[in-house]
């Protein structure tokens, strides 16, 4: 008897433990977003536990979501792989009992974070917002470019002050002699594609003051110069948006897209900004039909920027025509272009100029314009009006 209590005991103490360890599991959960900001499926979410050896692996639904049960409590690293290569990484994910802990992924604003950590540990600046977000890496990474930089200019302090000179002078319109300072500056280290870059910016805005011979000659020189940076920085999206404005203005339209197809590829986030800085500049300069086609590109690439769409509206208002009986015929996509602006920017700037454009098409706008002396349909009548 005494034996069946210690085996009846024995067992309630079992179920006891086992209900215990069973207990002690948790879930990891999240979605991952690709670099079009879509939900991405097939993405493989690997979970490695640090604090004991194990791992784990699941992969991502087609909405993009993933979830993984019966983990045991502890702490994790968490990896995102896609076609073999780890995208993205969160580590020190210490699970809990209970509901599942979220842990997402977002490869476009994880993307453009990184372009943003690039450029400031390239250029040595930081805000005060990335240096909070920055890994250890990226830290040292930007602080041995600092040094780096700093021992260049501390045993060169005649090419810093060139570029000053350069800088100063740009920066307070005097373009010959911000071209002057970077010119010296390049002489003495032409594998600063900073310099290069300033340079072009400086014989871009004397060209704009010059004329004839003296106008041409400058310009060259801005094209070489943005060639030069581009050469030593292709990756900089800046550069050859800047390029494409420069060969805009000197009215070289294929070159100049042929830039800013180029930004986009690199920045695909800011494809609409560079199509609608190609179509502001085109406006000034009275070339209205190439500024259209660059407004309505900046909606391709970007559908919800408001701003393109409304420009894009405006454009074409030089292309509304009359019929003989004084009704106006705006051409195809005005009016959507309009509306589409007050879709996404209801209250913006240009609200009300929408709204005017479009309370001007609502009455008596002939769409589809006949001759009044032709036959009517039957069906239709002899005009159709847009409702």
């Not at 069946?4 to 990891?28: C, D, E, N, R």
């Not at 995102?80 to 604003?109: A, H, S, W, Y």
Request: glycine share 8%; hydrophobic share 40%; aromatic share 6%.
């Amino acid at each position: 008897m005494t034996a069946l209590k210690k085996l009846a005991g024995f067992a309630a103490l079992s179920l006891l433990l086992a209900g215990g360890a069973l207990a002690q599991t948790s879930s990891l959960e999240g979605d991952v977003k690709g670099p079009d900001g879509k939900p991405l499926k097939d993405a493989l979410i690997k979970l490695e536990r640090t604090d004991i050896k194990g791992a784990y692996k699941v992969k991502s639904d087609k909405k993009g979501h993933w979830f993984h049960a019966g983990l045991p409590l502890g702490t994790y690293t968490i990896s995102c792989e896609v076609d073999g290569k780890i995208v993205d990484t969160v580590k020190g994910v210490r699970t809990r009992m209970g509901d599942p802990l979220p842990v997402n992924f977002d490869l476009q604003k994880m993307a453009q974070r990184q372009q943003a950590m690039a450029k400031a540990v390239d250029t040595g600046t930081v805000t005060p917002e990335q240096s909070r977000e920055m890994s250890k890496e990226e830290k040292a990474a930007m602080e041995k470019v600092a040094k780096e930089r700093a021992a260049a200019l501390s045993k060169n302090k005649e090419l810093n002050d060139a570029f000053n000179e350069g800088m100063e002078n740009l920066k307070s319109k005097n373009y010959p002699a911000s071209v002057a300072g970077f010119e010296k500056a390049v002489v003495m280290d032409p594998n600063q594609f900073v310099i290069w870059g300033n340079m072009a910016e400086a014989y871009t805005a004397l060209a704009a003051t010059l004329q004839g011979p003296e106008k041409e000659a400058a310009t060259t020189k801005s094209f070489a110069a943005f060639s030069k940076a581009i050469e030593l920085k292709p990756d900089d999206a800046g550069f050859h948006n800047n390029y494409a404005l420069a060969l805009a203005r000197a009215k070289k339209f294929t070159e100049a897209e042929a830039e800013l197809d180029k930004a986009a590829v690199i920045d695909p986030t800011g494809a609409g900004k560079y199509y609608f800085n190609l179509g502001a500049v085109l406006t000034n300069n009275s070339m209205g039909e190439a500024a259209s086609s660059a407004f309505k590109k900046a909606t391709e690439r970007d559908p919800n920027y408001a701003e393109a769409h409304y420009q894009y509206g405006v454009s074409l208002a030089a292309k509304v025509t009359m019929t003989p009986d004084g009704k106006m015929v705006p051409p195809p996509g005005m009016r959507e272009a309009f509306e589409k602006y007050i879709e996404l920017s209801p209250t913006g700037p240009n609200a009300e100029g929408a709204k005017g454009m479009l309370a001007g098409m609502q009455a008596g706008i002939q769409t589809d314009y006949r001759n009044p002396n032709a036959p009517a349909d039957k069906k239709k009548g002899a005009t159709q009006k847009k409702k």
